[in-house]
T-cell receptor, first 112, second 113 residues
Framework: GNSVTQMEGPVTLSEEAFLTINCTYT??????LFWYVQYPGEGLQLLLK?????DKGSNKGFEATYRKETTSFHLEKGSVQVSDSAVYFCALSVNYGQNFVFGPGTRLSVLP | IAGITQAPTSQILAAGRRMTLRCTQD?????MYWYRQDLGLGLRLIHY???????GKGEVPDGYSVSRANTDDFPLTLASAVPSQTSVYFC????????????FGPGTRLTVT
């Protein structure tokens, strides 16, 4: 079946630190990959996506590259801010929308 | 409005009562979804609809029903609420072709006492 594994949190960083949140997946077929962000008390927002191998999704300083050979889609940001404190979800979709699979989420806290 | 709206924002409900959570989107997306989010369990799909007039069961459908009379609305009904249905409920929508990225509403926080 399809599944997504993320590094366990919480992750606590100081402002301006480098961020990596690991995500690996298993999927039957050729998935599209996503990162979502959830700020406290809000719904999930699409942060970035990639639809084929070696694609790099980027948004708001965050990046992730679709690595088919390692079945990974790690999220990175060069310099985090306090406002980046949130829960980050890695996700994939295959064939149909109801086959959307979310990882468990990783909570990030950025301290000033 | 732009995107997805959900109502109510929060609700406290006595066990055994009936409750309908409302969801409306204005993006003309064919597909819509209902999830529940529980601490430690992540997001779980309750029901989905790939197009108006059709619905399907997700991972945790028991105790919930949905209807899809038109493209924009996708209400979720709890016929007789139980405390285990205490959760945050999110409605989402997507186009019906790849990559099926989903867009989420702000959520409804439901407490069943």
């Amino acid at each position: 079946g399809n599944s997504v594994t993320q590094m366990e949190g919480p992750v606590t960083l100081s402002e301006e630190a480098f961020l990596t949140i690991n995500c690996t997946y298993t999927a039957t077929g050729y998935p599209s990959l996503f990162w979502y962000v959830q700020y406290p008390g809000e719904g999930l927002q699409l942060l970035l996506k990639a639809t084929k191998a070696d694609d790099k999704g980027s948004n708001k300083g965050f990046e992730a590259t679709y690595r088919k050979e390692t079945t990974s889609f790690h999220l990175e940001k060069g310099s985090v801010q306090v406002s980046d404190s949130a829960v980050y979800f890695c996700a994939l979709s295959v064939n149909y929308g109801q086959n959307f699979v979310f990882g468990p989420g990783t909570r990030l806290s950025v301290l000033p | 409005i732009a995107g997805i709206t959900q109502a109510p924002t929060s609700q406290i409900l006595a066990a055994g009562r009936r409750m309908t959570l409302r969801c409306t989107q204005d993006m003309r997306h064919n597909a819509m979804y209902w999830y529940r989010q529980d601490l430690g369990l992540g997001l779980r799909l309750i029901h989905y609809s790939n197009t108006a007039g059709t619905t399907g069961k997700g991972e945790v459908p028991d105790g919930y029903s949905v209807s899809r009379a038109n493209t924009d609305d996708f209400p979720l009904t709890l016929a007789s609420a139980v405390p285990s249905q205490t959760s945050v409920y999110f409605c989402a929508s997507s186009v019906s072709r790849g990559p099926y990225e989903q867009y989420f509403g702000p959520g409804t926080r439901l407490t069943v006492t």
